[in-house]
Every structure is written in C-alpha cells, then in structure tokens.
C-alpha cells in the first residue's frame, strides 16, 4: 500500500511539472500562438496622447487587428490636463518603452532622435504635405514621424448665440472682440469659457498667439536665444495683454480651476458663447450637443489686417522606437492608418481630422475642420511655435500666467518671469 501510493504521488508531481510547464509556454508577454493560424501573436505597445480620439482609434485597431490576426496592439492614451511628456519619459526609465508614440518634433525631435527610428523610406512619405514634413526632418534631411493631422485653434464660437447676442459681423480685431463680449453680456451669456487650469491651454496655446504675431517669428525666437530680443521690450508682448484681460474679465466663474472637460463642457452645452480651443474638441461638443452651429475666430492681440488670422500647423506625429523587437509590424500599422480604406475613413469621418497627406480627401470634416480649412485656403493662418521654446518652458510661461491671472502679479512682472524662464532653460 505504501509503494502505491508513493507511485500516485509521484505521478502526481510529474503531471504537475508537465502542466506548469506547458502553462508557462502557451502565456508569454508578447507573442504566443493566435488559435486560427497557429502563427506568432506579436503584441505592439501604442501610448499616445490624444484623448479626444481614445474611442475611435481603439476601434480603428479592432479593424486592423481582424484584418490582421496576428497582430495585437495594446493601446493606453495619457493627456487632457495629464502630463503626457513626464509620462512617456516614465515609460523608458522603467523599462517599459513602447513601440509606438507621440512626438512633437523640432526641439522635440533633438531630444528623443536617439530613440527614434528613421522613416524616410516608408511608402506614404511622398503622399504627405510639405507642411507635414517640416517637424520631424532633422539637419540631413531624414524624416522620424509620420504627421497625426493638421489642426488649427482660435475661439470656437457659437454661432447662434451671437445672432442671439446681435453679433452680424464675426469679430477680426481685438477692438471687435470687446463689443462683441459686451454684447453677449447685455444679453446674459458668457461670453468666454477660459480654462485657465490647464497648463497648455494657456502656456502653449494662448501665448504662441504674439510668438506667431511677430513679422519673423522665426528671427525673434532666435533673438531670444542669443539675447538680441526681450519678452519685456516686444510690441506683441505689450499687446497680449489686451487679449488676456478681455478673456478673464468675460470669462466663466473659477477659470483659475476649469480644467480642460469643463471648459469644453460649459461651451456645448450653450451656458458660454466662445471656447479658446481647437478643432480636436469637435467630437466632444457635438457628442453634448449634435445640433450645435459653431466656426472659427482668431484670437486678435491688435486692429491690424495680421489680427484676422488662425495658427494651424501639424499638432504631432507618430513615431516608431527604433529598438522595438518589432519594428516592422509597426511600421506596416502606420502605413496601414493612411493607405488602406478603413484607415483613411477614420482619419476623416471618425476622428474628424484635417489629413497632412495628399492621397486622403478631406470628406467628413466638421464645422470646426471646414472653418480651419477655409481660413488656410484664404491663406490667413499664422504657425504653432512652441515646439521651438525651450522643454519646459510653456509650463513656467502658464504658472506665471496663471498668477497675473489670479491678480498676484502685474503684467511686466509677468513679462520678467517669461524672460527669467527662457534664460534659465535655454
């Protein structure tokens, strides 16, 4: 009885190792066995920013990954009012590198190039607007990113408010502004919905308005480098503050603590009439409000014909992490997203972009991508710049802000703190 028993024992322990055994092999992390096939699995890390299209692109991959059985892709998106670069630099210090992101380019571009695989000879490079191109191609001309979209921002307006308001005429000047906020005032609407708690609505976004205003923006950030220009001593600089206290005065109650979703919210909702913001909120307004009527106006810092303008330019681009142990897979992914049908009918009709690339037609476009179309074919646009300031910049411009704003300091000393800022991380 002993002897029978130690055999069932023993061949329970055998059966045991045999189990785990077989249990380990058929549970690895990146690959395994896709049951219809019997091919490798391979699995992509996706980490993004772009909250606005977290839904449409999740379902996007779904469609890739039934035409592609053997591909799965872990999508995690982090931004809105998160901080997307600390995050991403998180990611590589621990190990956990993904195989596809985001990356602004210019500055962006010198300080992850190390990282980035070269995509020059990718098919869909010759499709892409020259704009497009500009941010990710280094001094030797070789291109790390592929363009997200083109994107423009300004106030988001709503039409039938202003009517409402008697507004006939869309304002162009910071003159117009004014009476058009008093308006809207007389009639009870708010006229402004100010996220002022949000670091890049007002550090990135509202203050590359009298960066993008200079005559050579191009010329004045390099005199900010090498000392030959000042914030304090700028004409555009001055006449921010005309812009900046026209928003705070007419703004929403608390923008100090309004954060990117309730800024947004308080706009589609009807309770405010203008939204300092761009055409990637537009899923999220007419989700709250499908019927709603809305366009485009620039944010003027002056009366002069420059006022009547739009920044747009390339918001990012996906890149590839040239260490990836599958880089192929994702780089057919990204060709995919702008050659195949399904890829280009999500682009336009689902994530309501404006495409950088010749071969998608811009068919679904939006009121807001329409607007920010027309103002580009009008040639009245003015360039994102602050992919050009030094890292970290735009969150010390935005907490200095965010003091005059809370009345803690005047506008020079504002002015002081950019120039302090710049100095310090240049």
Not at 43 to 70: G, R
Not at 88 to 106: C, H, M, Q, T, Y
């Amino acid at each position: 009885m002993k002897r029978f028993l130690l055999l069932c024992m023993s061949l329970v322990f055998v059966f045991g190792i045999m189990a785990g055994c077989s249990s380990k092999e058929s549970s690895g992390g990146d690959s395994g066995k896709d049951s219809k096939s019997g091919d490798e699995v391979v699995t992509l890390n996706f980490f993004q920013f772009k909250v606005e299209i977290a839904d449409q692109l999740q379902a996007m991959i779904k469609e890739y990954e039934a035409e592609n059985p053997n591909i799965k892709i872990k999508l995690e998106t982090v931004g809105g009012g998160a901080d997307y670069g600390a995050a991403l630099k998180a990611k590589f210090a621990s190990g956990e590198e993904p195989d596809i992101f985001n990356n602004g380019g210019f500055k962006e571009l010198e300080l992850w190039k190390e990282k980035l695989a070269d995509l020059s000879g990718e098919p869909w490079v010759e499709h892409v607007l020259p704009i497009g191109k500009v941010p990710m191609t280094d001094a030797d001309g070789k291109l790390y990113g592929m363009p997200v979209n083109l994107e423009g921002y300004g106030f988001v307006y709503n039409k039938d408010l202003f009517e409402k308001a008697g507004i006939t005429e869309p304002p162009k000047t910071i003159d117009e502004l004014k009476e058009a906020a008093k308006k809207l005032e007389a009639k009870k609407i708010t006229p402004f919905s100010a996220g002022y708690g949000e670091w890049w609505v007002i550090g990135q976004h509202l203050l590359n308005i009298p960066f993008a205003q200079q005559e050579d923006p191009e010329k004045f950030i390099a005199g900010l480098y090498d000392g030959s220009e000042k914030f304090t001593d700028n004409e555009q600089f001055k006449q921010f503050k005309e812009v900046l206290d026209t928003e705070l005065k007419y703004a929403n109650d608390n923008p100090l603590t309004t954060d990117y979703n309730t800024q947004v919210t308080l706009f589609a909702s009807g309770e405010t009439a203008m939204l300092q913001q761009g055409n990637w909120t537009e899923n999220m307004i007419t989700e709250i409000n499908p019927e709603i009527n809305m366009g485009f106006l620039p944010i003027p810092i002056s009366n002069d014909e420059n006022a009547n303008s739009l920044p747009v330019g390339v918001p990012n681009n996906w890149v590839l992490n040239k260490n990836s142990e599958h880089l192929e897979e994702a780089k057919a992914f990204l060709n995919w997203m702008v050659s195949s049908e399904t890829g280009k009918r999500f682009i336009t009709e689902e994530f309501a972009f404006i495409p950088a690339f010749d071969n998608i037609e811009p068919a679904g476009l939006g009121d807001l991508g329409t607007s920010i179309l027309d103002y580009s074919k009008e040639e009245k646009t003015i360039p994102w710049t602050w992919f050009k300031w030094p890292d970290g910049a735009n969150k010390e411009f935005a907490a200095a802000m965010q003091e005059y704003a809370a009345g803690k300091i005047d506008y020079d000393t504002m002015l002081e703190r950019f120039q302090t800022s710049w100095d310090n991380l240049k």
